[in-house]
């Protein structure tokens, strides 16, 4: 989350995955923008890859699957 003020939409998304372990929700204190809730989500990362998508961007099926083996 981006420290958006706009809880009500996304607070159901966040119920949705509170409970998944695969899932970690990083609320910001405040409205940062775009680029710092990205930079504070990669660092709070645990994986060994992190894939950052654009909420436009249409991946082809095999992509995650490509870009992993690489």
């Given amino acids: 989350d981006d420290g958006s003020a706009n809880r009500d ?7 949705i995955y509170a ?4 899932f970690s ?3 910001l204190a405040r409205n940062v923008g775009k680029r710092k809730a990205q930079i504070a989500a990669i660092r ?7 894939l950052n998508v654009d909420s436009d961007t249409i ?3 095999d992509v ?3 870009l992993a083996a690489k």
């Fill in 9 to 15: 939409v996304v607070g159901p998304v966040h119920k």
């Fill in 19 to 22: 409970n998944d372990a695969r």
């Fill in 25 to 27: 929700i990083i609320l």
């Fill in 44 to 50: 709070g990362s645990s994986g060994d890859l992190v």
């Fill in 59 to 61: 991946l082809a099926a």
């Fill in 64 to 66: 995650v699957t490509k």
